[in-house]
Nanobody, 125 residues
Framework: QEQLVESGGGAVQPGGSLRLSCSAS????????SGWFRQAPGKEREFVAA????????YYADSVKGRFRIALENAKTTLSLQMNSLEPEDTAVYYC??????????????????WGRGTQVTVSS
């Protein structure tokens, strides 16, 4: 298991934006899928977004579709999550992950082998 490192979390007002980044110790993301999950206090970890290694396909939770955008950047060394129109319900610890997920399992946390330690996102007025 290799450690990933997230950055970019913080506090923002409703309607604001944040951009999360995830690095894999300077190497390119190389497994078939990379994704973002989040966990709010008292809740289970939930899928947010995922992207195929070739960047050709992206997947989003219904709750973030149209507001969040996932991308692989900088020669696939950075996994980003652009979050717009943030809502209080988006408050959570956000985790990046990398794994050998297939389409039918890409939304499942158990499909991902490498994880970051998380970054806090707080949306509050």
């Amino acid at each position: 298991q290799e450690q990933l490192v997230e950055s970019g979390g913080g506090a923002v007002q409703p309607g604001g934006s944040l951009r999360l980044s995830c690095s894999a110790s300077g190497r390119a993301f190389r497994m078939s899928a990379s994704g973002w999950f989040r966990q709010a206090p008292g809740k289970e970890r939930e899928f947010v977004a995922a992207i195929r290694w070739n960047g050709g396909s992206t997947y989003y939770a219904d709750s973030v579709k149209g507001r969040f955008r996932i991308a692989l950047e900088n020669a696939k060394t950075t996994l980003s999550l652009q979050m717009n129109s943030l809502e209080p319900e988006d408050t959570a610890v956000y985790y990046c992950a990398e794994g050998s997920a297939i389409t039918s399992t890409i939304r499942r946390a158990e499909s991902y082998a490498n994880w970051g330690r998380g970054t806090q996102v707080t949306v509050s007025s």
